[in-house]
């Protein structure tokens, strides 16, 4: 089975570039579904954020008030993005890590990539960091100006935005690149440019599905 992993800053289009990796054939594990499925009532990462962030970020029915909780851990003035960090990741990437291995026992020529936008920020996870975790990762880039107007689009969903409310989420959106601009992309990383050219897209990758699919079959050769 070989390991890959998918990333790219906010805005970036790896969700779009991770569909298209399905519909060739790899298995898709998203961190941000595993996230959200952790953080439910009942679950330990649950009791934890409510213990630090506060009753506030808790919704009427019970659950976390997702948009509160972003509010807080992306604030200008005292950002809490490490401390939810803290919480969520190593409870991830144990799940992560879960469904791996069974897919690995399961569907040993598979080529399983985990969509995930904090592979090369995150302090957490086993002895070696990503490189242990994953054979080959991928990171989708995109001009910033495009990444922030993709990002205002999806929180929007189609509703027509005020001024203030596009200035807020514009705001926003570059306050957490900024953050995530932090982070160092390794040189051996495969670079996808998604400039809005989704034929473009396409193109490259079809070239690193080629490129995944011979490296899981020269893996298999090694282990045979």
Sequence with gaps: MLRV??????GSGKSTAARMLAERGALVLSSDEMGRALMQPGRPAFAKI????GQEVL???????????????FDAQRPRVEELNAIIHPAV???QAMQMAELATAKPHAIVVVESALIFSTQYGSIGGWRSRFDKVLMVTAPDEVKVERFIARIAAERTLTAEERAAL?????????????IHCPDDVILLQNDG?????????????????EMEREGAKGQA
């Design 5 to 10: 992993g998918l990333t790219g800053e906010l």
């Design 59 to 73: 919704s009427a029915d019970g659950t976390l008030d997702r948009k509160r909780l972003a509010a807080l851990a």
């Design 170 to 182: 514009s705001a926003d959106a570059w306050r957490r690149l900024q953050i995530q601009k932090q």
């Design 197 to 213: 050219d989704v034929d473009g897209l396409e193109r490259q990758v079809d070239v690193v599905w080629r490129q995944l699919r």
């Design 93 to 95: 990437i144990e799940e």
């Design 50 to 53: 409510v213990a630090a962030f």
